[in-house]
């Protein structure tokens, strides 16, 4: 994951298709209320579509009965505004019982059944609880492979989801040839031209991207936006998925006056879409700021995030997911211009937030504990260090494997740092897990496990364990000869 912690798009879930059900006739008052919920969530007025959303639900209880495909629709209405706002559990939970109401009433192979299943995968997606999320995506797709031509459209969104869920969990092998049958699927059926190929490029450029293939993630993104902005325009606000994820790759290339400049478009589609306020508005202002915390511009930094924190804890809540991002913006730039109690209360807030609204064993929660960590350090506040950088190794092992070199290359430098601290007992288990993880990959004989025997050879050392430390220095020398 990158760690500049901005979230990167990838769309999962985005074409779900947002019905409002199965109108009693053209003038009837849920069709009315259907259609302005509609209208008011593609204007970001989600407040105003719940209310309206309620209502449509309390007619069609009292015009149709409790059990109709029309109560059902109204319940994934106020889903969507509910997970719009970050409500995730409320989201899940008329899901749930929308789908009750269709399985019963159409059966369990039903293409509004697998709509359903869809919507329902992406909110357990959303929460990083994908072995909830698998089956029903899965299901999902098998409906409508069943239901429809290999290459209907409706296939597409199923293997853009699915593959979306394995993106998410770093199995690039899975998701990239779902993504690639789904772009094929769309280019067929709708040209190169369209805003369904525009997302799935997208997605294919965030594979890239978490490979750490920086060219061949900024070409597609630039293809993604180039194509969002043939089908509807240049200052159409969907360009600002790709515009934010194009900035993000232009600042881990080091082009920050790019980054800005690209995410900065984005900010001023977005203002004039949806006004200063909106809760997008304040997610481009924190890819703003982290673009800014990149560059170690902290004092330009701050100010983004604070309005972006401003804008979510408004429009989300105080304690959603998206807020906890802002946090480990802000806290990073309190920290790094020396206000390490404000940093701190930062990240033990977005902590809370993530372990609360999210699977506790998420990378993104061990990132932040990674970050809390290391501001202990800087505290001198060792006794602290320990167990949030232990919790933070099983869960990235976890997620990674448990022979990942990136994970080696972190451990090993993390682990020469606490050396250099004189903090022998942290650094021993990270020295010896960065040693391991190089041996099980290249062999006892590679001169990147002669370096790991020097590190670890060192601590002994400083902890007068002369023999061991010994044994080592003549294996790194044996490797060398």
């Not at 209320?33 to 105003?48: A, F, G, I, K």
């Not at 990959?441 to 902890?463: E, S």
Request: glycine share 8%.
């Amino acid at each position: 994951m990158n760690r500049m912690r901005i979230a990167t798009a990838t769309c999962i879930g985005i074409l779900a298709t947002r019905t409002v059900g199965h109108a009693q006739g053209p003038k009837s008052e849920w069709s009315s209320l259907s259609r302005r919920v509609r209208d008011l969530y593609e204007q970001h007025r989600y407040t105003e579509a719940l209310f309206f959303a309620r209502r449509a639900l309390e007619v069609a209880q009292a015009e149709v009965g409790a059990d109709h495909r029309d109560v059902a629709a109204s319940l994934c209405c106020l889903a969507e505004i509910h997970g719009a706002l970050g409500r995730y559990d409320t989201a899940v939970s008329y899901y749930k019982r929308a789908l009750a109401i269709r399985e019963a009433a159409l059966g369990p192979r039903h293409l509004e059944v697998a709509q359903n299943l869809n919507s329902l995968a992406t909110y357990h997606a959303h929460q990083g609880h994908y072995a909830a999320a698998a089956p029903l995506f899965e299901r999902a797709l098998q409906i409508r492979e069943d239901l429809l031509d290999e290459d209907h459209s409706e296939v597409a969104v199923s293997l853009n989801n699915l593959a979306g869920l394995h993106h998410s969990q770093n199995d690039v092998a899975r998701a990239e040839p779902l993504y690639r049958r789904a772009l094929a699927i769309w280019e067929k059926n709708y040209g190169p031209v369209h805003t369904s190929v525009a997302m799935c490029l997208n997605n294919l450029a965030g594979l890239h991207e978490m490979q750490g293939h920086h060219e061949q993630a900024a070409s597609m993104y630039a293809r993604a936006i180039e194509v969002w902005e043939a089908a509807l325009g240049p200052d159409h606000p969907d360009l600002s998925c790709g515009l934010e994820n194009l900035a993000r790759v232009h600042c881990s290339q080091g082009r920050y006056g790019s980054a800005v400049a690209v995410c900065g478009r984005s900010l001023s589609i977005l203002e004039r879409a949806y006004g200063r306020d909106d809760t997008a508005v304040g997610q481009c202002l924190n890819s703003l700021g982290h673009i800014y915390n990149a560059q170690e511009q902290f004092s330009e930094a701050e100010p983004y995030f604070e309005r972006a924190l401003h804008i979510l804890e408004r429009g989300l809540g105080p304690d959603k997911p998206g807020v906890a991002e802002v946090l480990t913006g802000l806290a990073r730039a309190c920290e790094k211009t020396g206000r390490l109690t404000e940093a701190e209360a930062h990240y033990q807030r977005a902590v809370t937030i993530l372990e609360n609204h999210q699977n506790p064993d998420d990378p993104g929660v061990a990132a932040v504990m990674y970050s809390l960590a290391w501001l202990y350090c800087a505290r001198d506040e060792y006794a602290r260090v320990g167990p949030l950088l232990m919790r933070w190794l099983g869960i990235m092992e976890e997620a990674l494997g448990h022979d990942n070199l990136d994970m080696a290359l972190v451990l090993s430098r993390d682990g020469a740092a606490l050396l250099e601290r004189g903090q022998h007992t942290l650094a021993e288990p990270l020295l010896k897990r960065s040693l391991e993880i190089w041996e099980n990959t290249f062999g006892p004989g590679h001169h990147q496990v002669a370096g790991g025997l020097d590190h670890l050879a060192g601590l002994y050392r400083a902890t007068g364990r002369h023999h061991e430390a010994e044994e080592l220095e003549d294996r790194a020398g044996a490797i060398r000869a």
